[in-house]
């Protein structure tokens, strides 16, 4: 039989040590849930993700729900901090990562679900590493609302991204 209270003391105890005193996804102060399969203390909006991909996660709150012993003591080895240096190694300069109240839907899916930024994913990173990266996009234009092919150019040097409007005068946005 699990102790309650002391496992609920054990949790709110973690929760503000740096590292997890700061949603492990956006950064939002004082989370207050946690994934007990990742080991990780998250905010009620990236919780709310979390719960959508149960092959990957499980979310219980820290103040309400019911905690057995041996998960108290994987939140203890797990954490944040660790659970980041795995999940966040290889996360590219231009990925803008969510903070607290943006959408962090897809960043969530390609942090847990697709695990983009492990390092396991030899080709996403190859494109990634390159100081600058070309490739073509496609943007919904102001006036006629149909897609149009861009080319963008990122620069990892001038940390910009650059995409052209016509390619054969070479006038350019940034996005
Ligand atoms: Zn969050």
Same mark, same amino acid.
């Given at each position: 039989?699990?102790?309650?209270? %002391?496992? $609920?003391? @054990?949790? /709110? *105890? ?12 956006? &950064? ?29 996660? %499980?979310? $219980?709150? @820290?103040? /309400? *729900? ?12 797990? &954490? ?96």
């Amino acid at each position: 039989m699990a102790n309650l209270e %002391r496992n $609920k003391k @054990i949790l /709110l *105890d973690l929760v503000k040590q740096p590292g997890n005193h700061l949603c492990a996804d956006c &950064g939002a102060p004082e989370p207050d849930w946690a994934s007990y399969v990742l080991g990780i203390f998250v905010c009620l909006n990236c919780c709310g993700t979390h719960r959508d991909l149960p092959a990957v996660s %499980r979310v $219980k709150s @820290i103040r /309400l *729900d019911y905690w057995e012993d041996s998960l108290v003591e994987f939140m203890r080895e797990r &954490g944040n901090s660790s659970s980041n240096a795995v999940y966040e190694k290889c996360v590219p300069a231009f990925f803008y990562q969510p903070q607290q109240k943006d959408c962090v839907d897809q960043w969530i899916r390609a942090k847990y679900e697709r695990r983009e930024f492990t390092g396991e994913h030899p080709y996403l990173q190859r494109e990634y590493d390159s100081d600058i990266l070309e490739s073509t996009l496609w943007k919904k234009g102001k006036v006629k609302k149909s897609f149009l092919k861009r080319t963008f150019l990122l620069s990892r040097k001038e940390f910009t991204l650059r995409y052209f409007v016509r390619e054969d005068v070479g006038t350019c946005g940034f996005l």
